[in-house]
């Protein structure tokens, strides 16, 4: 039997992106992909830090000390009442919190004696 088309049938071997027309559909395949999953970030802006809980860098030491100890005390005496709520393992677990707070207090408290002796 004859065939009239060769085995296996004659292809160009040029590949289609052998000139450079040919790679413009991957380029811009790769700016979009570019674009929306690599989003350039100026570097020249400066940062501007949130005003919302803003602590001023001439704050004095002694005052940012006091702001901590208040706070940890605060947090304590929270967790303290939220123990009282709950029972069994939980209560324990949010006892351990209220008592590492608690020792972050007092560490805080020993820096204010040491910045401040009565």
Do not use: H
């Not at 060769?6 to 000139?19: G, Q």
């Not at 605060?74 to 069994?88: C, I, K, R, T």
Request: with cysteine.
């Amino acid at each position: 039997m004859f065939k009239i088309t060769p085995n296996p049938p004659e292809t160009n071997d040029v590949s289609p992106y052998e000139t450079p027309d040919s790679k413009k559909p991957n380029d811009a395949a790769d700016r979009a992909l570019d674009y929306y999953l690599k989003p350039v970030i100026p570097k020249d802006t400066p940062r501007k830090p949130s005003t919302i809980y803003f602590v001023g860098p001439d704050t004095d030491d002694g005052t940012l000390l006091v702001s901590a100890c208040e706070t940890m005390a605060s947090a304590s005496v929270m967790l303290s009442d939220f123990a009282g709520q709950v029972e069994g393992s939980q209560r324990n677990k949010v006892l351990g919190i209220q008592q590492v707070v608690m020792l972050g207090e007092l560490a805080v408290n020993r820096m204010l004696d040491r910045l401040d002796p009565p």
